[in-house]
């Protein structure tokens, strides 16, 4: 063997659980619609939520501090699949679509070989188009309209291929209505009794969007709406996470296929005055409690087990590390960064985390679309910018002693609020086109021979 190889050989075995394998792993990646890190018990939540989530964790790599690229669906979905920032993929608003020369998640596994059927409800939907699927087992129709059952029979129809399969799990979005015994698990008792309290719970229980000022939530309410949210995740826990986990292991390709979880965006339950998310309550936010998300791999076969990572990430960093992962070329396009070193172990700079939301998000009106809120987030502070017509400020956080982002103290910190902002608006003027859209212009600009 030359030197080379058993150079090869020795960092696969001292930094990934085994050799390297002579089959590249299966891909599944599974996002959940709203779900918060911080009411996880992997990530140190208070309250068991999670036990069937924690086994993938604890086999895993689990990212402490992950970032969306947007407080709504489709921005931060479309971001994890193409590794790039809402405003240069462009679908940030509802009826647009990515440009189909964009690299996918999906086109580059398929390139590579992997079956990329399409199990995805939200197929239909503009937003979701031009992702590189393929046609799917014939069942697929069928079991589309049974819920988790799309994934559950993909796995076993595709089991003796190298797949990618994406799903993304919808049951945690508004309404908050968890069925028995998980309405009751973490609620006050006799919450719903209570005449004042009935006609908003009735609200939380039923609506899928909640519009700012159309109910005059108390801070008293947080209590149960979090207890029902909660409930909402230990349901999903036990119905989703509980059955995946055991249908790979019977399969037999636990082992064998990188599982990665993650988030499209967050979810506010009281913590800045009300309950959702651009989309459902038309109101533009970027706070924690909507853009941080859970991250975690696992792949018994290549990755080592119980490694957690403090670094911040970011979802435009999904793709690009799945790919370092398979050992296969990062487009040029893709914006996110390799967490492959962080990953091993090693120390890494930690980058800016960079977000942008409009008021509305999918519900956002022609008028809406005007604003947009902006985020540059680093360990210590995070800048917000929320400009539009009638509207040009800049606010200013310290993470470290007020997490839960209640003051805003630019006047404060002049000097950090300049940095910032030239960092913010560097990004802005960076992330307005894709980068081929670029080139192409750049050779259409000749001159006429």
């Not at 519009?211 to 909660?230: C, T």
């Not at 942008?356 to 540059?376: D, F, H, N, S, V």
Request: hydrophobic share 35%; with cysteine.
């Amino acid at each position: 063997m030359s030197p080379g190889r058993i150079a090869a050989f020795v960092l696969c075995i001292t930094y990934f659980a085994t050799p390297c394998l002579a089959k590249r792993p299966n891909v599944l990646l599974i996002t959940v619609d709203c779900l918060r890190p911080d009411h996880l018990s992997a990530f140190g939540y208070r309250r068991e939520t999670s036990p069937a989530l924690d086994r993938f964790a604890q086999d895993g790599v689990l990212f402490q501090n992950a970032v969306s690229s947007s407080s709504w669906t489709s921005p931060g979905l479309i971001s994890v699949l193409t590794g790039l920032w809402a405003p240069t993929h462009g679908v940030d608003g509802r009826g647009k679509r990515l440009n189909p020369e964009t690299p996918t998640m999906a086109t580059l596994l398929k390139s590579a070989g992997y079956a990329v059927p399409d199990i995805l409800f939200l197929s239909s939907i503009p937003n979701f188009q031009n992702l590189g699927l393929s046609r799917s087992y014939p069942e697929r129709e069928e079991y589309l309209q049974k819920g988790d059952e799309v994934l559950f029979r993909a796995l076993e129809f595709y089991r003796d291929s190298t797949f990618f399969l994406f799903y993304h799990y919808r049951n945690l979005h508004l309404p908050f209505n968890p069925t028995p015994p998980f309405d009751r698990m973490f609620t006050p008792e006799g919450y719903d009794k209570k005449d004042f309290a009935r006609s908003r719970v009735d609200v939380i229980r039923t609506q899928v969007t909640i519009p700012v000022g159309s109910v005059n939530f108390s801070q008293r309410d947080r209590e149960w709406i979090v207890g029902l949210y909660d409930g909402q995740i230990r349901e999903m826990d036990e119905t989703f996470f509980g059955p995946l986990y055991a249908h790979l292991k019977r399969l037999g390709i636990y082992d064998s296929t990188l599982v990665i979880v993650t988030a499209d965006h967050g979810e506010e339950l009281m913590d800045h005055g009300f309950v959702g998310h651009p989309s459902t309550s038309f109101k533009g936010s970027a706070f924690d409690e909507v853009l941080r998300i859970p991250l975690v791999m696992t792949c018994p076969s290549l990755l080592r087990s119980g490694r957690r990572v403090q670094t911040q990430v970011q979802n435009v960093d999904i793709l690009p590390t799945v790919l370092d992962l398979l050992d296969l070329s990062i487009p040029g396009t893709v914006q996110g960064r390799s967490l492959l070193a962080l990953v091993r172990g090693e120390e890494t700079p930690e980058g800016f985390a960079f977000t942008e939301t409009t008021p509305g998000g999918y519900q956002a009106t022609p008028e809406m679309m005007k604003t947009r809120i902006r985020a540059l987030r680093s360990s210590r502070w995070k800048l917000i910018h929320t400009h539009g017509p009638e509207e040009n400020r800049y606010d200013l956080y310290d993470l470290e002693r007020d997490p839960g982002e209640k003051q805003d103290v630019s006047a404060a910190h002049p000097e950090t609020v300049n940095a910032m902002r030239e960092r913010l608006h560097e990004w802005v003027l960076s992330s307005e086109q894709l980068p081929f859209e670029r080139e192409a212009l750049s050779a259409s600009a000749k001159p006429d021979a």
